[in-house]
């Protein structure tokens, strides 16, 4: 079964930056595509970015120009880089392939 265990949030102030990962077991890179997902406070999932094993990105609206996604094929690793945050970024970010989800990494942009 495959495992996705999330890393790398914590607090930080706007406009700071942050590296999440998510590294994967059990399960190596093909054409399947890696989201991350995140939750707010009080409101539902929001899809944030994927990736696939070919390397092709897409972002949502509300974070492109400021994260990027990539991955680490040899480390089955997926990383989300968020710069330039705000405080509508705070939230539980997931990892997400197929049906497996991560167990979350809480985000908390304040001042």
């Known amino acids: 079964q495959v495992q996705l265990v999330e890393s790398g949030g914590g607090p930080v102030q706007p406009g700071g930056s942050l590296r999440l990962s998510c590294a994967a077991s059990?399960?190596?890179?093909?054409?399947?595509?890696m989201n991350w997902v995140r939750q707010a406070p009080g409101k539902g999932l929001e899809w944030v970015s994927r990736?696939?094993?070919?390397?092709?990105?897409n972002y949502a609206d509300s974070v492109k120009g400021r994260f990027t996604i990539s991955r680490d094929n040899a480390k089955n690793t997926v990383y989300l880089q968020m710069n330039s945050l705000k405080p509508e970024d705070t939230a539980i970010y997931y990892c997400?392939?197929?049906?497996?989800w991560g167990q979350g990494t809480q985000v908390t942009v304040s001042s």
């Open positions: 997400n392939l197929v049906t497996y």
């Open positions: 059990r399960f190596t890179f093909n054409s399947n595509w």
């Open positions: 990736i696939n094993g070919l390397g092709s990105t």
